[in-house]
Protein backbone atom coordinates (compact mmCIF):
# COMPACT_ATOMS: atom_id res chain seq x y z
CA UNK A 1 0.00 0.00 0.00
CA UNK A 2 1.34 3.51 -0.85
CA UNK A 3 2.42 5.54 2.00
CA UNK A 4 2.09 9.44 2.32
CA UNK A 5 4.11 10.70 -0.99
CA UNK A 6 5.57 14.47 -1.21
CA UNK A 7 7.04 16.29 -3.58
CA UNK A 8 9.49 17.08 -5.02
CA UNK A 9 11.67 15.35 -2.36
CA UNK A 10 14.34 18.55 -2.59
CA UNK A 11 14.05 21.75 -3.88
CA UNK A 12 16.88 25.26 -3.67
CA UNK A 13 14.89 28.71 -4.41
CA UNK A 14 16.09 31.98 -3.66
CA UNK A 15 15.23 35.35 -0.81
CA UNK A 16 11.80 36.59 -1.89
CA UNK A 17 10.65 33.72 -4.30
CA UNK A 18 7.42 31.34 -3.74
CA UNK A 19 7.28 27.83 -3.59
CA UNK A 20 4.42 24.97 -4.09
CA UNK A 21 4.94 21.62 -2.06
CA UNK A 22 1.96 18.75 -2.50
CA UNK A 23 1.42 15.93 -0.09
CA UNK A 24 -1.09 12.87 -1.73
CA UNK A 25 -2.25 11.30 1.69
CA UNK A 26 -2.83 7.33 2.35
CA UNK A 27 -6.26 6.26 0.36
CA UNK A 28 -8.85 7.01 2.37
CA UNK A 29 -7.51 9.11 4.65
CA UNK A 30 -9.14 12.68 4.51
CA UNK A 31 -7.10 14.25 7.37
CA UNK A 32 -3.49 16.01 5.45
CA UNK A 33 -1.65 18.02 8.17
CA UNK A 34 1.45 19.85 7.48
CA UNK A 35 4.60 20.26 9.89
CA UNK A 36 8.25 22.29 9.30
CA UNK A 37 11.23 20.99 10.97
CA UNK A 38 14.07 22.94 11.12
CA UNK A 39 16.96 21.12 11.50
CA UNK A 40 17.83 19.75 15.27
CA UNK A 41 14.01 20.57 15.95
CA UNK A 42 10.91 18.51 16.80
CA UNK A 43 8.09 19.32 14.24
CA UNK A 44 6.24 22.30 14.23
CA UNK A 45 2.36 22.28 13.51
CA UNK A 46 1.14 25.09 10.24
CA UNK A 47 -1.90 23.04 8.78
CA UNK A 48 -4.47 20.92 9.47
CA UNK A 49 -7.72 20.14 6.84
CA UNK A 50 -10.19 17.73 7.12
CA UNK A 51 -12.71 17.19 4.41
CA UNK A 52 -11.23 20.17 2.33
CA UNK A 53 -11.72 22.16 5.58
CA UNK A 54 -8.79 24.16 7.75
CA UNK A 55 -9.25 22.67 11.43
CA UNK A 56 -6.37 24.17 13.02
CA UNK A 57 -3.30 26.61 12.31
CA UNK A 58 -0.12 26.85 13.99
CA UNK A 59 1.78 30.22 14.52
CA UNK A 60 2.81 30.87 10.95
CA UNK A 61 2.68 33.91 9.12
CA UNK A 62 0.11 34.81 6.52
CA UNK A 63 2.96 33.74 3.89
CA UNK A 64 2.06 30.21 4.92
CA UNK A 65 -1.12 29.27 3.25
CA UNK A 66 -2.30 25.59 2.44
CA UNK A 67 -5.06 23.89 0.30
CA UNK A 68 -6.69 20.45 0.30
CA UNK A 69 -8.54 19.40 -2.75
CA UNK A 70 -11.35 17.28 -3.52
CA UNK A 71 -9.25 14.17 -4.11
CA UNK A 72 -7.90 14.87 -0.49
CA UNK A 73 -4.56 15.93 -1.94
CA UNK A 74 -3.11 19.25 -0.36
CA UNK A 75 -1.01 21.86 -1.13
CA UNK A 76 1.21 23.94 1.21
CA UNK A 77 2.16 27.58 0.11
CA UNK A 78 5.16 29.85 1.01
CA UNK A 79 5.72 33.68 -0.47
CA UNK A 80 8.40 35.94 -0.27
CA UNK A 81 10.69 33.06 1.45
CA UNK A 82 12.89 33.82 3.85
CA UNK A 83 16.52 32.15 4.41
CA UNK A 84 14.32 31.02 8.15
CA UNK A 85 12.42 29.06 5.96
CA UNK A 86 14.73 26.50 5.42
CA UNK A 87 13.39 23.59 6.69
CA UNK A 88 12.25 20.14 6.05
CA UNK A 89 8.48 19.90 5.45
CA UNK A 90 6.28 17.03 6.79
CA UNK A 91 2.80 16.05 5.48
CA UNK A 92 0.77 13.50 7.65
CA UNK A 93 -1.97 11.97 7.04
CA UNK A 94 -4.92 10.40 8.57
CA UNK A 95 -8.47 9.14 9.54
CA UNK A 96 -10.58 11.98 11.33
CA UNK A 97 -9.62 9.73 14.26
CA UNK A 98 -6.24 8.52 15.01
CA UNK A 99 -2.61 8.01 14.38
CA UNK A 100 -0.73 10.51 12.21
CA UNK A 101 0.99 9.10 9.01
CA UNK A 102 4.45 11.16 8.07
CA UNK A 103 5.74 11.48 4.50
CA UNK A 104 9.34 11.83 4.36
CA UNK A 105 9.06 15.00 3.74
CA UNK A 106 10.24 18.06 1.31
CA UNK A 107 13.29 19.82 1.97
CA UNK A 108 13.48 23.41 1.10
CA UNK A 109 16.60 25.30 1.26
CA UNK A 110 16.40 29.12 0.76
CA UNK A 111 19.58 30.86 -0.28
CA UNK B 1 -1.51 23.36 25.02
CA UNK B 2 0.21 20.53 27.48
CA UNK B 3 3.99 20.68 27.44
CA UNK B 4 6.16 17.77 27.83
CA UNK B 5 9.74 17.09 29.16
CA UNK B 6 12.29 14.11 28.14
CA UNK B 7 15.84 13.70 28.26
CA UNK B 8 17.49 15.08 25.28
CA UNK B 9 19.64 11.67 25.15
CA UNK B 10 19.87 8.43 26.49
CA UNK B 11 21.94 5.10 25.28
CA UNK B 12 21.11 1.96 25.79
CA UNK B 13 22.90 -1.97 24.59
CA UNK B 14 21.54 -3.87 21.68
CA UNK B 15 18.82 -5.83 23.15
CA UNK B 16 18.48 -5.04 26.87
CA UNK B 17 15.19 -3.25 27.67
CA UNK B 18 14.62 0.37 27.24
CA UNK B 19 12.76 3.08 29.96
CA UNK B 20 12.39 6.60 28.16
CA UNK B 21 10.54 8.41 30.58
CA UNK B 22 8.33 11.90 29.97
CA UNK B 23 6.78 14.44 32.36
CA UNK B 24 3.66 16.18 31.85
CA UNK B 25 2.72 17.49 35.26
CA UNK B 26 -0.19 19.84 32.99
CA UNK B 27 -2.12 17.13 31.48
CA UNK B 28 -5.50 17.69 31.34
CA UNK B 29 -8.19 15.17 31.77
CA UNK B 30 -8.50 14.93 27.74
CA UNK B 31 -5.11 14.56 26.69
CA UNK B 32 -3.86 11.77 25.38
CA UNK B 33 -0.06 10.49 25.53
CA UNK B 34 0.85 9.56 22.52
CA UNK B 35 4.83 8.70 21.46
CA UNK B 36 6.09 8.98 17.83
CA UNK B 37 9.78 8.30 17.02
CA UNK B 38 11.86 9.66 13.68
CA UNK B 39 14.61 7.40 12.06
CA UNK B 40 17.08 9.42 10.28
CA UNK B 41 16.26 11.04 7.13
CA UNK B 42 12.68 9.79 7.61
CA UNK B 43 9.55 11.13 8.75
CA UNK B 44 8.26 10.64 12.15
CA UNK B 45 6.16 7.40 12.70
CA UNK B 46 3.41 6.37 15.29
CA UNK B 47 4.31 3.82 18.22
CA UNK B 48 1.94 4.06 20.76
CA UNK B 49 -0.26 5.98 22.47
CA UNK B 50 -3.00 5.54 25.83
CA UNK B 51 -5.05 7.73 28.14
CA UNK B 52 -4.81 6.11 31.61
CA UNK B 53 -3.77 2.22 31.63
CA UNK B 54 -0.78 0.83 30.45
CA UNK B 55 -0.64 -0.44 27.17
CA UNK B 56 1.27 -2.69 24.88
CA UNK B 57 1.59 -3.18 21.35
CA UNK B 58 3.97 -4.93 18.46
CA UNK B 59 6.67 -2.45 19.24
CA UNK B 60 6.68 -1.36 22.54
CA UNK B 61 4.84 -0.47 25.80
CA UNK B 62 3.15 2.27 27.49
CA UNK B 63 3.26 3.14 31.46
CA UNK B 64 1.19 5.45 32.28
CA UNK B 65 1.65 6.97 36.40
CA UNK B 66 -1.42 6.44 38.25
CA UNK B 67 -1.70 10.79 38.79
CA UNK B 68 -1.15 10.79 34.94
CA UNK B 69 1.59 13.40 35.14
CA UNK B 70 4.37 11.31 33.92
CA UNK B 71 4.83 7.71 31.61
CA UNK B 72 7.57 5.66 30.25
CA UNK B 73 8.01 4.56 27.14
CA UNK B 74 8.96 0.84 27.12
CA UNK B 75 11.07 -1.04 24.75
CA UNK B 76 11.49 -4.48 25.46
CA UNK B 77 14.79 -5.48 23.45
CA UNK B 78 16.58 -2.72 21.58
CA UNK B 79 17.88 -3.31 18.26
CA UNK B 80 19.99 -0.81 16.44
CA UNK B 81 17.23 -0.37 14.05
CA UNK B 82 15.73 1.21 17.16
CA UNK B 83 18.14 4.58 17.40
CA UNK B 84 16.11 7.61 16.83
CA UNK B 85 14.71 10.73 18.12
CA UNK B 86 11.44 9.67 20.36
CA UNK B 87 9.16 11.61 20.78
CA UNK B 88 6.31 12.13 23.95
CA UNK B 89 3.25 14.06 22.78
CA UNK B 90 -0.14 15.57 24.52
CA UNK B 91 -2.86 15.36 22.29
CA UNK B 92 -6.08 17.10 22.72
CA UNK B 93 -8.74 14.28 22.60
CA UNK B 94 -8.54 12.02 19.61
CA UNK B 95 -8.62 14.75 16.72
CA UNK B 96 -6.14 17.58 18.28
CA UNK B 97 -2.70 18.59 16.71
CA UNK B 98 0.24 16.92 17.51
CA UNK B 99 2.32 19.47 19.47
CA UNK B 100 6.23 18.13 19.07
CA UNK B 101 8.90 18.93 21.81
CA UNK B 102 12.68 18.29 21.00
CA UNK B 103 12.57 14.53 22.01
CA UNK B 104 14.81 12.28 23.22
CA UNK B 105 17.58 11.41 20.78
CA UNK B 106 17.93 7.22 21.64
CA UNK B 107 21.37 5.81 21.09
CA UNK B 108 21.85 1.80 20.41
CA UNK B 109 25.05 0.50 20.92
CA UNK B 110 26.22 -3.03 19.94
Known amino acids: DAGVTQSPTHLIKTRGQHVTLRCSPI?????VSWYQQVLGQGPQFIFQYYEKEERGRGNFPDRFSARQFPNYSSELNVNALLLGDSALYLC??????????FGEGSRLTVL | DAKTTQPNSMESNEEEPVHLPCNHSTISGTDYIHWYRQLPSQGPEYVIHGLTSNVNNRMASLAIAEDRKSSTLILHRATLRDAAVYYCILRRGSQGNLIFGKGTKLSVKP
Open chain 1, 92 to 101: ASSLEHGELF
Open chain 1, 27 to 31: SGHKS
